[in-house]
Antibody, heavy 129, light 107 residues
Framework: EVQLVESGGGLVKPGGSLRLSCAAS????????MNWVRQAPGKGLEWVSS????????YYADSVKGRFTISRDNAKNSLYLQMNSLRAEDTAVYYC??????????????????????WGQGTLVTVSS | EIVMTQSPATLSVSPGERATLSCRAS??????LAWYQQKPGQAPRLLIY???TRATGIPARFSGSGSGTEFTLTISSLQSEDFAVYYC?????????FGQGTKLEIK
């Protein structure tokens, strides 16, 4: 059974830092891209960052670029999000999500795709003085 | 950035009836479109990817269609557990982007 368990959330002051972790189990972690998606209270979903299976490709939303850093440790089956210079608008539940695959009929290979097939239960980050 | 627009914002439907939810992209996303269901206090769940492929374990009453800029999620006969918020997401271009959601409520 695929399991994703986030940790590290909490209350932090504006300008502060926090590091989120996501522990993965039930699948070959090193074969999948991983992602962070957040949801502000009462609002919709916002993609935050993605990292490919080998860490070769990393992407960030403009809203967090330069402040957040995504990383992974395939030996520990873990995903991380280092969040610096936090702002009130970063307050949200942060979800860890596994990336899906699509089948490329031209090459016959499965390619990492940008949809999210399994999600953790989320960890709440509150930025407030 | 591609903007995803869902309609309606709220849809009221009776159990057993059909629900049709729409999602429009500001530019073509080919078939790189996913649908998610989210219930209160829960994480989102993947329903559909590739615009029309059901995810593992998703009942056949859920179906997706469309390509390019216009997409539809259809729930053929609503069950009580289907009342939730539904989001579409394009993954054709970076950054990924979600629609604002459609709340499906009991009529």
């Amino acid at each position: 059974e695929v399991q994703l368990v986030e940790s590290g959330g909490g209350l932090v002051k504006p300008g502060g830092s926090l590091r989120l972790s996501c522990a993965a189990s039930g699948f070959t972690f090193s074969s999948y891209s991983m992602n962070w998606v957040r949801q502000a209270p009462g609002k919709g979903l916002e993609w935050v960052s993605s990292i490919s299976s080998s860490s070769s490709y990393i992407y960030y939303a403009d809203s967090v670029k330069g402040r957040f850093t995504i990383s992974r440790d395939n030996a520990k089956n873990s995903l991380y999000l280092q969040m610096n210079s936090l702002r009130a608008e970063d307050t949200a539940v942060y979800y860890c999500a596994r990336g899906g695959y699509i089948y490329d009929i031209l090459t016959g290979y499965y390619l990492e795709a940008g949809y999210f097939d399994y999600w953790g239960q989320g960890t709440l980050v509150t930025v407030s003085s | 950035e591609i903007v995803m627009t869902q309609s309606p914002a709220t849809l009221s439907v009776s159990p057993g009836e059909r629900a049709t939810l729409s999602c429009r992209a500001s530019q073509s996303v080919s078939s790189n479109l996913a649908w998610y269901q989210q219930k209160p206090g829960q994480a989102p769940r993947l329903l559909i990817y590739g615009a029309s492929t059901r995810a593992t374990g998703i009942p056949a009453r859920f179906s997706g269609s469309g390509s390019g800029t216009e997409f539809t999620l259809t729930i053929s006969s609503l069950q009580s557990e289907d009342f939730a918020v539904y989001y579409c997401q394009q993954y054709n271009n970076w950054p990924n982007s979600f629609g604002q959601g459609t709340k499906l409520e009991i009529k």
